[in-house]
């Protein structure tokens, strides 16, 4: 099967699509982590980004279209995957139909004011991309699947928040109906526990 998880930043996209995937065995392909990976390792596509990623801007369509296409060629995909952050706009959504079939597309509904709340505490894991917020951490600032110390990330900071909340809505949000018209959308309440949120989608996938 293969899944897209669309909704605003903090909506809980990483924090679910790990979970499913482990659930049903198939990679997560998000493309904020490959971004950061990119950064990290100083490569031109990383450098590149850079500037839009911290400014909480999307970087451009071609580079990104470009890194999806070649990642969704790799043989470990022929079981499925839940594609993470991608696709951002209707151009996105238009070439991804020209190299990929897409199933199911899972929409995660959270109101502004719990997802700034969500990211202001989120840290995250350098290493292996895992995501924890603050209030379940109990003090620990190490991550419990590898150990690693954990981050804020550099795009977290209050006012480049507010910035991908606007960019959300006016670049990405117009794909909920792009995918409804193609009769892919369910749209899932990503508020309240992380369980039956998890419950909700599983539910979603099999319908
Ligand atoms: P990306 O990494 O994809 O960021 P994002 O979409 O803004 O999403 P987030 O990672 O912020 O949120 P999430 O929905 O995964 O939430 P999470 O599970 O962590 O992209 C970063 C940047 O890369 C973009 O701004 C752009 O510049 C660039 N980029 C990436 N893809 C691109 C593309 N296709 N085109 C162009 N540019 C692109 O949860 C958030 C917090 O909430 C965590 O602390 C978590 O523990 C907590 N939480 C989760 N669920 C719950 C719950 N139910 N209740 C309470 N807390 C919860």
Redesign the pocket.
């Known amino acids: 099967m293969n899944i897209i998880f669309l ?10 699509a790990q979970r499913i995937c482990e659930a049903l065995n198939i990679p997560q392909i ?4 490959m ?2 990976r990119a950064k990290k390792e100083g490569t031109p596509t990383g450098l590149r ?1 850079k500037e ?2 911290d400014a ?4 451009p ?1 071609e580079v ?1 279209i470009d890194i999806v296409k070649e990642r969704l060629a790799m043989d470990d995909l022929k079981g499925g995957y839940i594609l ?6 209707v151009p ?1 959504a238009e070439a991804l139909d020209t190299f990929a079939v897409i199933d199911t597309v899972i929409e ?1 509904d959270v109101p502004d004011e719990a997802l700034v709340r ?2 202001s ?3 995250a894991c350098p290493q292996c991309g895992a ?3 603050v209030s ?1 951490l109990g003090g620990r600032e190490t991550c419990e699947k590898c150990g690693e110390t954990l981050i804020q990330r550099a ?1 977290d900071q209050p006012k480049t928040v507010l910035n ?1 909340l606007r ?1 959300y809505h006016s670049e990405t949000a117009p794909l909920v109906s792009y995918y409804e018209a193609k009769g892919l959308l369910h749209r899932v309440n ?5 369980d039956a ?1 998890f419950a909700e989608i599983m539910k979603a996938l099999q319908a």
Request: hydrophobic content about 25%.
């Open positions: 909704g605003p930043p903090g909506a809980g996209k990483g924090t679910q998000s493309t904020g982590d971004l950061r980004a839009y990623m909480g801007k999307l970087v369509d990104i993470d952050g991608f696709p951002r706009t996105q995660l969500r990211i505490g989120r840290r995501t924890y917020h379940m795009d991908r960019v990503g508020e309240g526990d992380m949120i």
